[in-house]
């Protein structure tokens, strides 16, 4: 039988910059989502890659005395390297200046003209390069784009795509696929702007070299959010659209993107994809920014969060869980030192931490350094039990509506509930008074143990998989189908030696 697939992106990066928190962000929550759905039983497509044409990359380029190609070639690896520090799962990294990029951008232009999308004009406005993207005389504030980038003006002879006709397709798109945008605050936000009318798109420019030229007008290159977006489309195998790869994954389930360019793909690729006759992707989610202690981030203002120092300060599982617990996934949030340290001493060393140091050392020193043998369940035993096996109907609607903060909340409901049943019980007092109870409780707290380190693999996955070498469970005993009681784990299964897994995190003194 064909397991069910899936597919997701991160947006592309723009190789003009280092990678910093915003782009770690993005990929991380795509990563858990990847992570959730392999273990679900789906075959996922999981897209990263960067953002290589533009004027702005070959002003970044000319500015390092490199030509366009070298420098993206140096900047991109740079983003390819982060991947395996934030230990991504990605399949796929593309990059648009790869000639199977150039070849489908190239195709989906060529479709748009087909289909009488595209019409030759002039255009004279504003254009912001650090957006890249035009605004009319209206749309700026104190002579600035709406971000605070400075525009220029901008008078050429251009291609045009006739966005203003998409204005009703796309509303009764909206309208029939209420879950194409979240959360639903962006959504209300992107349909009031499609509401309050579209202006046709320029979408070459003849004033730059680097990018993908205009089939047929090679004086003409292809505006680079045109060129971007088609990326997704071209990982998924496109023009073939016989291939298997095309027809398993397109259209893609998630593009996950960070709000400031939740238009282009809310607004710009289903109008371009339907001009195409394309089928259009089934979500786009938009979530939000982090400041820094407060303060916006900005080059500027020399407050950049590099994740790499981020990740040796206070390791890697802790950056990935706090990232996704902390704000409610959509929302903007803010890192501080503070906060992050008492995520780590609070929910992972206290909570899940010590639960795993306690149960395994307690079964490690009392009982043989083997799983023990329970008795008879009692109500407060098959109570936790549920729980536990409860929690994976609970993951499974937070993950498909992003709401990765409140899975991890779930998650350690039940870590709470196993804390307090370990206090109650007190196996360390029936030791003396029932052993026969206290192997019940310890063998109960282990199963909890198992489906908790099999549900925190999409955030924690090191971690996770450390608590599972722990239990002994088989490497092909970890995803979500293995959690019931059919895989409960063997009694009188040798178990290793606890390690520590999250210790707490104590700032040195000065
Ligand atoms: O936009 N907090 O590339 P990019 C959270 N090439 N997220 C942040 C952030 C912050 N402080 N700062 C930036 C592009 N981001 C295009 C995409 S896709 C076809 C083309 C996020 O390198 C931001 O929201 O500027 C965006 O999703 C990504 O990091 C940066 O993308």
Redesign the pocket.
Known sequence: MDLPSYYITT????VN?VP????A??TLACDAMARFKRLDGYQVLFLTGT?EHGQKVETAANDRGLAPQEFTDQVSQNFRDLLPILNVSNDDFIRTTEKRHRVSAQTIWQKLMNNGHIYLDKYSGWYSLRDETYFTETELIDGNAPTGAPVEWVEEESYFFDLSAWQEPLLDFYKKNPDFIAPRSRRNEVISFVNSGLRDLSISRTSFNWGITVPNNPEHIMYV?LD??T??ITAADFPEENAPKYKQFWPADLHM?????LR??AIYWPAFLMAAELELPKRVFA?????NEGAK?SKSIGNVIDPIELIKTFGLDQVRYFLLREVPFGNDGDFSQQSMIARINSDLSNDLGNLCQRVLSFVYKNGDKKIPQPANKLPDDQKLLRDAQGLITALRKHFDSQEFHLALEKIWTVIGAANRYIDTQAPWTLKKSDPVRMNTVLYTLIEVLRYLAITTQPVIPTSANIMLDQLNVPANERSFKYLTSAYKIKPGKKIEKPLPIFPRFVIDAP
């Open positions: 947006p592309i990066y723009y910059d910093h928190i915003g782009h962000y993005t953002d959010w971007a977006l990326n997704y993107v960070g709000k400031d360019i282009f793909h979530h939000g920014w982090w400041t981030i």
